[in-house]
């Protein structure tokens, strides 16, 4: 074991508990980083500012398949600087290094923050047995009581020649811990499993699968299935929504599909359609 794979528990903490053990590095990196396979490395680090922001920094020296793992992000990020905080060993955050190359066309590396979010949605789907919606671009949802609340999130950053993809997903946080009360966990959400070493295995080899298939089909998502796999598990889609887009313009209509960009389309009121590539999409209402 190498000083940065020490276990988090090795400092009592403020969120220490025997609840939360640490990950087993050694163990995730023989079942994962395999000859052949796409994972060519995995770090876990006790304690970071952001996942993102170290694997980014390194990332011209990595092959691709890089994984950086976290037990503890103090300076987590989201989609808008948003900030990231969970108490130590509550959830994972990890970031992942891709380098499509020539196999993909660069303007088809935007459906990597759509991919991570079904194969995410896939894995735990498999590992806990949890239905995790997904919110248009970048948010995990599950739901707790009846409520559908946000358990986790992801960003994409470009790199000279790839990009960084990082999960941040809420693990075993209780009612108590929760940052906002539209938060939850998969805990909170009765998750058959919220062991974080089963569930990281199963969201990585997830991601390897859809990367692989998306990647085979030069980036096309139709052709690898993942357009419509992301439509069928998309919360969005058939919602009354609210779009903040940049330069502070706001469009309200209903969210009717997702294009071969990855992008959002909205059919206004007017009956006029647009669509969206960046933006904070507030669900209003189901449209029936």
Known sequence: MTPSDASAGASAGRWSSLERPPLNAEGLRRALVTGGGLWTSLEVVDSTGSTNTDLAARAAGLPEGAVLVAEEQSAGRGRLDRSWVAPARSGLFF???????????????????????????????????????LKWPNDLLVTVDGE????GGILAERVAD????GIGLNVSLT?????????GSLALAKAAVTDRDPL???VLRSLEEWYGN??????????????????????TLGRH???????????????EAVDTDGRLVIRTAEGQHEAVGAGDVVHLRSVH
Not at 98 to 126: H, I, M, N, Y
Not at 162 to 165: A, W
């Open 162 to 165: 790839g990009v960084v993809v």
């Open 95 to 133: 970031s992942v290094l891709f380098k499509p190359g020539d196999a993909v066309p660069q303007e088809r590396w935007g459906w990597l923050t759509l991919l991570a979010g079904v194969a995410t949605a896939t894995g735990l789907s498999r590992a806990a047995g949890v239905d995790t919606g």
């Open 175 to 183: 009612e108590d811990e929760l940052p906002v009360p539209a938060a």
């Open 148 to 151: 559908e609340r946000k358990t």
């Open 200 to 202: 990281l295995r199963a």
């Open 214 to 235: 998306w990647r085979a089909a030069g980036g096309d998502p139709a052709a690898s299935g993942l357009q419509e796999t992301y439509a069928a598990g998309c919360a």
């Open 241 to 255: 929504v609210r779009a903040e887009l940049p330069g502070g313009r706001t469009l309200t209509g209903t969210a």
